[in-house]
């Protein structure tokens, strides 16, 4: 069976720090990128940060950018997403999915397999 695992979420103070991880299982990951987003009450999932599964390229929201680090261990089948100086505005669902990049736009288009997502909330 398929599964997408998203953990490493919790609550934190402003300016703190987590590294989420998305591991897969029961499925080897044949998209050419993964992808992070961020689901609130306000807004269905937006990207956030996304990668080639080589490595090569990768992708920030402008939110992200600077302090975010989207990494990928082709190996171990696991996407990592380091969050440092957090703020508030990162707090929501963090989920991780495969899916087609977008050169034209530089970024991670999401497929249909989804994990079940990582919280994040952030304190002032």
């Known amino acids: 069976q398929v599964h997408l695992v998203e953990s490493g979420g919790g609550s934190v103070q402003a300016g703190g720090t987590l590294t989420l991880t998305c591991v897969a299982s029961?499925?080897?990951?044949?998209?050419?990128?993964l992808g992070w987003f961020r689901q609130t009450p306000e807004k269905w999932r937006e990207g956030v940060a996304g990668?080639?599964?080589?490595?090569?390229?990768?992708y920030y929201s402008d939110s992200a950018k600077g302090r975010f680090t989207i990494s990928y261990d082709n190996a171990e089948n696991t996407l990592n997403l380091q969050m440092n100086a957090l703020k508030p505005e990162d707090t929501g669902m963090y989920y991780c999915?495969?899916?087609?990049?977008?050169?034209?736009?530089?970024?991670?288009?999401?497929?249909?397999?989804w994990g079940r997502g990582t919280q994040v909330t952030v304190s002032s």
């Open positions: 029961g499925y080897t990951i044949t998209n050419n990128c």
């Open positions: 990668i080639t599964t080589d490595g090569g390229l990768t």
């Open positions: 999915a495969p899916g087609l990049w977008d050169y034209e736009l530089s970024t991670c288009r999401p497929g249909v397999l």
